[in-house]
């Protein structure tokens, strides 16, 4: 009963659902109760009519009654029967057996209708004073009356029993269809990523929380614009280290070339280390601001091959010094629709990660195969994998696993999933080979180039 009361709180489409039934509800049984009041009212008159109808017409016919002996008459229903009788002599009456002779009804009651219980049954009973001066009664048992006038206020009660459910049923459905763009909305916005900061549609919404939409815009575009001050603010710094760090390192390389004592050379190798290491984390941090950035890079139809043969190019030297046996496993090339450059570092990244995270004389291979109109991508290596755990987080920036004695900024996979985030491409992680859970296989999902497709900017 709280969660109800918690819910009819919280939720306005359940309190105008619930409200509004009741509204119905009470409207019906006060519309009910009024209605068959009225028809249970209205059926007595009738019947008091009959009982005048019956006693004028006796009067205008200038009838005598007479009691023949019992016999039975189609249509005569004992319960509902008129009874006329002489209201002077108890012994005329209107009856065709012993049950129905004359009335025990008291002679003193004066002209008009009443209601009278007479040998134990109540009885509707009217007395006129004919023209001839006679006094006569017409009666009918109570019992019989009531029950045809429940009978008629029932059906009476009809419309509303059938009224009840259907506006039930078009209320609900009203206050369903009328909250459905709000659902639709919250179901758009919660599919966005966290980068997609673009302005709602307020154009087919009810004016009702257009307002409200309007606002939410507005909010995006504010946090948007903060979010680019700080992705530049980041890119500018980096910049700005760049310079100096290049400077601190060509003078460490001279000198390195210097003669000096072997003291001062063992100190100085962790130093170059040390500045090695910041001038690729300020490269990585470059990288990382320019691939977060919304600017539109030009769209076109990019060789997989020739990506993954600039890369090896560039990264060979680094494989053969680990003994790594690497190399471009699939024959047919693809191409694909995207920016060559945001490829590039995507590829990069990957294959870097493989060459450095994989054992001396193992393994890395590089292939892609089409599906549909989808290029797969992918990047295995014979290392120790990522566990299914780290999945999501080595995508964070800074986030390295423990126990890698590898050097590195912890940026490089955050660079893959911005560039993804922005293209629209798929990337997963898996395991390159299942069943012993090793090697790492990177899978990137990506749009075929139709040979007639036009660049996109
Ligand atoms: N091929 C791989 N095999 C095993 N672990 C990997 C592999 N690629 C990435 N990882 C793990 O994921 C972590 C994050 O990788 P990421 O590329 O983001 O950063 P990094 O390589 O440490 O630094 P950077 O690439 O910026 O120089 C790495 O520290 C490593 O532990
Ligand atoms: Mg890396």
Redesign the pocket.
């Known amino acids: 009963m709280d969660g109800f009361k918690k819910r009819l709180r919280d939720s306005v489409q359940l309190r105008l659902s619930v409200t509004l039934s009741l509204a119905i509800l009470i409207v019906a049984v006060v519309a009910g109760i009024f209605a068959f009041v009225s028809a249970f009212d209205e059926a007595h008159e009738m019947q008091d009519d009959t009982l005048r109808q019956v006693a004028v017409l006796f009067d205008r016919q200038q009838m005598s009654l007479h009691y023949p002996a019992a016999q039975e008459v189609d249509g005569d229903k004992e319960e509902s029967r008129v009874i006329v009788q002489y209201l002077v002599d108890g012994s005329k009456a209107i009856g065709n057996d012993d049950a129905l002779m004359p009335l025990p009804i008291p002679t003193i009651l004066a002209d008009g209708l009443s209601t009278l219980n007479v040998a134990g049954e109540d009885f509707r009973v009217l007395v006129r004073t004919t023209a001839r001066g006679e006094r006569i009664v017409v009666a009918q048992e109570t019992g019989a009356r009531n029950k045809e006038a429940r009978e008629s206020a029932w059906r009476s009660l009809l419309p509303f029993l059938i009224l009840f459910p259907v506006l039930l049923l078009v209320v609900g459905d009203l206050v369903r269809k009328l909250f459905r763009p709000i659902a639709a909305l919250s179901s758009d916005i919660d599919q966005r990523d966290e980068q997609a900061l673009h302005p709602v549609d307020e154009r087919n919404l009810p004016t009702e929380i257009r307002p409200f939409v309007v606002a939410i815009n507005r909010l995006l575009a504010r946090v948007a614009l903060s979010m680019e001050n700080q992705r530049r603010f980041v890119a500018d710094a980096a910049h700005e280290l760049r310079s100096p760090m290049t400077a601190l390192s060509i003078q460490a390389e001279r000198l390195a070339a210097t003669e000096m004592p072997e003291p001062a050379r063992q100190r100085l190798l962790p130093l170059s280390r040390g500045i090695e290491r910041s001038r690729?984390l300020i490269d990585?941090l470059l990288t990382l601001a320019a691939a977060q950035s919304s600017s539109d890079r030009p769209h076109t139809a990019v060789s997989v091959h020739g990506v993954y043969r600039r890369v090896l190019e560039d990264l060979l030297p680094l494989a053969e010094r680990k003994n790594i046996d690497i190399g471009v496993e699939s024959i047919e090339d693809v191409h694909v629709l995207i920016n060559e450059i945001d490829l590039l570092i995507v590829v990069k990244?990957l294959v870097?990660?493989?060459i450095?995270?994989t054992p001396r004389g193992g393994w890395i291979d590089l292939a892609v195969e089409l599906v549909q109109e989808t290029a797969i991508l992918q990047i295995k290596?014979s290392?120790?994998?990522?566990t299914v755990e780290q999945h999501v987080r080595?995508f964070d920036p800074f986030?390295?696993?423990l126990g890698?004695d590898e050097a590195?900024?912890?940026?490089?996979?955050?660079i893959v999933k911005a560039i993804a985030d922005r293209t629209g491409i798929r990337v997963q992680l898996s395991f390159s080979n299942e069943t012993k859970k090793s090697g790492?296989c990177v899978s990137v999902w990506l749009r075929q180039a139709s040979v007639s497709a036009p660049a996109r900017r």
Not at 383 to 386: D, F, L, M
Not at 408 to 414: A, H, N, V
Request: no cysteine.
């Open positions: 690729n990585q990244n870097d990660n493989a450095r995270y290596d290392g120790p994998g990522i080595v986030y390295r696993s890698t590195g900024s912890g940026l490089g996979l955050s790492l």
